[in-house]
């Protein structure tokens, strides 16, 4: 909240944030086409954002993207899960 200092109300300050969060988000720059990377597909935000891009027909997906979406974030969720206890 240190960032909204500057700011004279919320949404200035959430127009301002657009563009860094954008850049810290990886995945939307693969799936935007600025860094078409298949590095970014180990990110368990890949599978969701191309199912979201699906539902809005920006993408058509593949059988194994769609696989990959379903499986892959439930997999690394389960990773943490057994990593916290």
């Known amino acids: ?5 500057p700011f004279a109300s919320v949404s200035d300050w959430f127009l301002s944030t657009t563009v860094p969060l954008a850049v810290l988000a990886l995945p939307v720059l693969h799936l935007s086409g600025v860094w ?6 180990l990110t368990p935000t890949q599978g969701p954002l191309l199912l ?5 027909d920006e993408v058509t997906l593949a059988p194994w993207q769609l696989i990959y979406a379903v499986v892959y974030p ?3 969720a389960m990773l943490l899960y057994r990593l916290a206890h």
């Open 74 to 76: 439930l997999v690394c």
């Open 1 to 5: 909240f240190a960032s909204s200092l």
């Open 36 to 41: 078409p990377n298949p590095v970014l597909y």
């Open 52 to 56: 979201f891009a699906a539902a809005f």
